[in-house]
């Protein structure tokens, strides 16, 4: 079965860059989804197709896929950005849906 | 407006069979690509997709669940119904229900969960 591999955390100080990254097989050949959740909420879209943003949602949020990784970029991070962070996708070999392990971004 | 609402019991026993129902309004699953996936979340763990019904009734299951997990529609009621057999301990979990407009497509649109707790 598909793995996609992450981070378990990530820290970063307000206004700094934060950069999650996702890793599977080939992922540069699945389109990447992004979801964040908070504690005691269920997760929101926050990135879909690798890169576009679904309304509503910062442009401080951004997303790249290549090769072997998927990577969530977050710029100008705020205390409110503070959550788990899931990569998901589509796997077209199985036709199955994978979501990685998460990553608890943590602003210091 | 999208929005969806799962529904069930709470306590379940070990070895019995749990039945969720995800009521959903603003869109229809009879509108070609759209469906309606279930992911669950053992406390503190991360999230884990299960299985997923489309518009026209294909579905697909997570291997690992893939042998006690049926997924129905009734779209004359806009439900989605999981039932899953022989519960587990591991299976307490909050239960997701999510909206997709296509089959590689993001689950854009999720329901608020529901927490399970198998305990005998």
């Known amino acids: 079965s598909y793995v996609l591999t992450q981070p378990p955390s990530v820290s970063v100080a307000p206004g700094q860059t934060a950069s999650i990254t996702c890793g599977g097989n080939n992922i540069g050949g699945q389109s990447v989804h992004w979801y964040q959740q908070k504690p005691g909420q269920a997760p929101v879209l926050v990135v879909y197709?690798?890169?576009d943003r679904p309304s509503g949602i910062p442009e401080r949020f951004s997303g790249s896929n290549s090769e072997n990784t998927a990577t969530l970029t977050i710029s100008r991070v705020e205390a409110g950005d503070e959550a788990d962070y899931y990569c998901q996708v589509w796997e077209t070999g199985s036709g199955l849906d994978v979501f990685g392990g998460g990553t608890r971004l943590t602003v210091l | 407006q999208i929005t969806l609402r799962e529904s069930g019991p709470v306590p379940v026993k070990p070895t019995e069979t749990l039945t969720l129902t995800c009521t959903f309004s603003?869109?229809?699953?009879?509108?070609?690509?759209?469906?309606v996936g279930w992911i669950r979340q053992p406390p503190g763990r991360a999230l884990e997709w299960l299985g997923i019904?489309?518009?026209?009734?294909?579905?697909d299951y997570s291997p690992s669940v893939k042998s006690r997990l049926t997924i129905t529609k009734d779209t004359s009621k806009n439900q989605v119904v999981l039932t899953m057999t022989n519960l587990d301990p591991v299976d307490t979990a909050t239960y997701y229900c999510a909206h997709r407009y296509s089959t590689w497509g993001p689950f854009d649109y999720w329901g608020q969960g529901h927490l399970v707790t198998v305990s005998s």
């Open positions: 197709d690798d890169s």
């Open positions: 603003g869109f229809s699953l009879t509108s070609s690509g759209v469906g």
């Open positions: 019904i489309y518009w026209n009734d294909d579905k």
